[in-house]
């Protein structure tokens, strides 16, 4: 198999298993079907959460039993069986807590070996590019999920067979990588890196001392912001008579193209002045978004360009800061530094529905979106200090 068709199928793939967690947004509307709350999606997701930095801590001992191929298959196999077993929930039960634990395996798996995968067949020069059309791949299944539930559900009655469709889409993505496996060992250039088991606490102290630590807290904000903004979209759009279809396809084809287009851009000279702007866009689009809940319910118009305002600034913001994030680790502590910031990321995307959840059964989803707009405005505070030093 010739090196661009075993690259094309790869993405293929990946676009199939990051279909995955576009159906965290859906999580809400499902649990509300057989009495479930945003809460409970929360307890749910910090099953996830766990098991998500537990296999990130121990992928080097899984792909030393299974190999990186072999595992990346498992973690198809694992976010199959989490998705059936949500589809098939009609209660809040042991099994979704069980759910939520395997999707974290799975995702965990998935979303830190790919790169990993692809980096032992393209030469250094190629990071970049390669990087980017995974990391589209992977964004496109994020928002085509949300899409495809809206249309399932008018079909069939039932969110459910959305999570249905998911696993099988999985299941499809592992024999793809299954397939894949002997080819990319005859493309391999290199061996893939050492992955290192756990953080050792010298090099942890020392991660936390440097000028990364600025980029670790920032990307822990810029999670709490997006979990804020999308896992419960589908709510916000129920209350003020909008499709979240609409919504999640704008955002998702915006931070498609922004993508694509900030690859050249990514190692500019002034990084932070961009991501100072971007998150300045990020928060006006957050506060168009309140005024529309407020006072404009109804209006498709100004969904739209809140969509394409939260594309722009939170979808490009975000490989600017991970690239910083590298840039600014300290020498010879550039894979604790990224795994470190990988912790940030995972533990907010899915740790902070606990909170969020909480907030919306006690206060409402007015507060959720206001605590939002407020953590938006503190970032670019922090964004502004760092450009000016």
Aim: net charge positive; proline share 3%; charged share 10%.
């Amino acid at each position: 198999m010739r090196r661009t068709t075993a690259f094309v199928l790869f993405l293929i793939a990946c676009f199939l298993q990051g279909n995955t967690y576009g159906l965290v947004f859906l999580l809400p509307p499902l649990f509300a079907d057989f009495g479930g709350t945003p809460a409970d999606v929360g307890d749910v997701l910090t099953c996830t959460t766990v098991s998500i930095l537990l296999v990130i801590l121990y992928l080097g001992k899984i792909t030393e039993r299974f190999g990186l191929i072999n595992a990346i298959v498992v973690a198809g196999i694992l976010l199959a069986c989490s998705l059936v077993i949500m589809g098939a929930a009609n209660n809040v039960s042991v099994g979704l807590f069980v759910a939520g634990g395997l999707l974290g395996l799975g995702w965990g798996m998935f979303y830190t070996l790919t790169p990993i995968a692809i980096d032992t067949v393209i030469k250094p020069d190629e990071r970049v590019r390669f990087y980017t059309l995974l990391s589209v791949s992977v964004m496109a299944g994020f928002g085509s999920s949300p899409v495809v539930g809206v249309e399932l559900e008018k079909i069939t009655n039932s969110l459910a067979t959305a999570f249905y469709i998911v696993a099988l889409y999985c299941l499809i993505s592992s024999v793809i990588f299954m397939l894949l496996k002997k080819s990319l060992s005859r493309l391999e250039l290199r061996q893939p890196v050492d992955i290192a088991p756990a953080t050792e606490k010298q090099s942890l102290v020392k991660v936390l001392r440097s000028r990364a630590l600025f980029l670790i807290i920032m990307i822990a904000i810029n999670s709490s912001i997006f979990v804020c903004m999308t896992n419960y979209q589908a709510l916000f759009a129920q209350q003020a008579g909008l499709n979240y279809a609409h919504f999640f396809f704008t955002y998702t084809s915006v931070v498609v193209l922004c993508r694509m287009l900030l690859v050249k851009f990514i190692s500019g000279h002034s990084p932070y002045a961009t991501i100072a702007t971007l998150l300045v866009i990020m928060t006006i689009g957050i506060g168009l978004f309140l005024l529309l809940i407020l006072f404009f319910a109804g209006n498709a118009v100004i969904y739209i360009a809140v969509a394409i305002l939260f594309g722009v600034g939170y979808g490009s913001a975000y490989p600017i800061i991970k690239a910083m994030a590298a840039n600014e680790a300290e020498k010879g502590l550039l894979q604790q530094t990224m795994q470190v910031f990988g912790f940030s990321y995972f533990l907010f995307l899915f740790g902070f529905p606990f909170i969020a959840g909480r907030v919306i059964v006690n206060l409402g989803l007015l507060p959720l979106l206001q605590f939002a707009l407020l953590l938006s405005i503190i970032q670019c505070a922090m964004a502004v200090k760092r450009v000016k030093k």
